[in-house]
């Protein structure tokens, strides 16, 4: 069965996909039947369609393909045809009037997906990164913000160096704080 143009729709309507395979859609083949998992686009139908499955009104789906084999035979004076080979499964739709019945749709959350192990191994917080260690040298800080200023044009040097040798940065010379105000240098006072 080819899957690699499949897309996922709400109740048939090609107006509004809510995936394709490849992108957001998952398509896989067991003992049961088709398993498809959908990430959930943040559009308005695929919260509704979400909403829809949470309460129980969307409960099935529908699938449009092509059929690459079948056979047909009669039963009880009945034409009946049975599928023995999808070609191409080219949608798979989330409907409240399933056209297969035993077809079951629900909603998973990553917790509910993921196991306890995995769910103890995810940090609360984003890792910071390297450029907002705290645990800079007091030199190795003052490489970085000489760096910043230098970046922005600023000049910084003798509040780098009496951070360097840890003592208190001299205040500003009345020369000097007119000098950076007109030379159009930034004015960090």
């Given at each position: 069965?080819?899957?690699?143009?499949?897309?996922?729709?709400?109740?048939?309507?090609?107006?509004?996909?809510?995936?394709?395979?490849?992108?957001?859609?998952?398509?896989?083949?067991?003992?049961?039947?088709l398993?498809?998992?959908?990430?959930?686009?943040?559009?308005?139908?695929?919260?509704?369609?979400?909403?829809?499955?949470?309460?129980?009104?969307?409960?099935?789906?529908?699938?449009?393909?092509?059929?690459?084999?079948?056979?047909?035979?009669?039963?009880?004076g009945?034409?009946?045809?049975?599928?023995?080979?999808?070609?191409?499964?080219?949608e798979?739709?989330?409907?409240?009037?399933?056209?297969?019945?035993?077809?079951?749709?629900?909603?998973?959350?990553?917790?509910?997906?993921l196991?306890?192990?995995?769910?103890?191994?995810?940090?609360?917080?984003?890792?910071?990164?390297?450029?907002?260690?705290?645990?800079?040298?007091?030199?190795?800080?003052?490489?970085?913000?000489?760096?910043?200023?230098?970046?922005?044009?600023?000049?910084?040097?003798?509040?780098?160096?009496?951070?360097?040798?840890?003592?208190?940065?001299?205040?500003?010379?009345?020369?000097?704080?007119?000098?950076?105000?007109?030379?159009?240098?930034?004015?960090?006072?």
């Amino acid at each position: 069965m080819d899957t690699s143009g499949t897309f996922a729709l709400y109740n048939h309507d090609w107006n509004a996909p809510l995936g394709k395979s490849g992108k957001n859609l998952r398509l896989s083949q067991d003992a049961t039947g088709l398993r498809v998992d959908l990430d959930l686009p943040n559009t308005t139908v695929a919260n509704d369609l979400a909403e829809l499955v949470r309460t129980g009104v969307v409960e099935g789906m529908s699938f449009g393909f092509t059929v690459a084999e079948d056979t047909w035979e009669q039963r009880d004076g009945l034409p009946m045809r049975t599928i023995d080979k999808i070609g191409e499964l080219f949608e798979v739709t989330f409907t409240p009037i399933p056209a297969y019945p035993t077809t079951e749709v629900g909603l998973r959350s990553m917790e509910t997906q993921l196991t306890a192990e995995e769910m103890t191994n995810i940090s609360p917080e984003p890792e910071e990164p390297e450029t907002l260690n705290r645990d800079w040298s007091l030199e190795e800080a003052a490489y970085q913000f000489e760096a910043l200023a230098k970046e922005l044009g600023c000049d910084v040097s003798r509040v780098v160096s009496a951070a360097a040798s840890k003592s208190p940065a001299p205040a500003p010379s009345e020369d000097e704080g007119n000098e950076e105000k007109d030379s159009g240098k930034l004015d960090t006072e």
